[in-house]
């Protein structure tokens, strides 16, 4: 049996305007079966601006405010895996 899982990123959260959530993810072997994985990752250049898709703006409120790839590296370089790593661009009620 094959399973094909796509984890959503971040940057897809933030895309779809908190349509789709970026999951904690990790793996947990059970010992009996073996297992093969691949995983690849990919991003934007790093000037590239990263802001909720205009058709997916629910009355003109977005939930993050626009960032740069470079800016969201950034940010999460200094912080753990287990920390919000969209906290710092999210976009405060008024």
């Not at 990752?41 to 405010?65: D, R, T």
Request: proline content about 4%; hydrophobic content about 40%; charged content about 20%.
């Amino acid at each position: 049996m094959f399973l094909f899982c796509i984890v959503v990123g971040a940057l897809t959260q933030v895309m779809t305007n908190g349509r789709f959530r970026s999951v904690r993810h990790r793996v947990l072997a059970n010992g009996f079966k073996s297992r093969l994985s691949m995983i690849y990752f990919g991003g934007p250049p790093l000037s590239e601006k990263i802001a909720p898709l205009p058709s997916l703006i629910k009355g003109n409120q977005s939930l993050y405010n626009e960032f740069t790839w470079f800016e969201y590296k950034n940010s999460t370089y200094g912080s753990k895996l287990a920390d919000n790593r969209l906290g710092h661009f999210e976009r405060i009620a008024a």
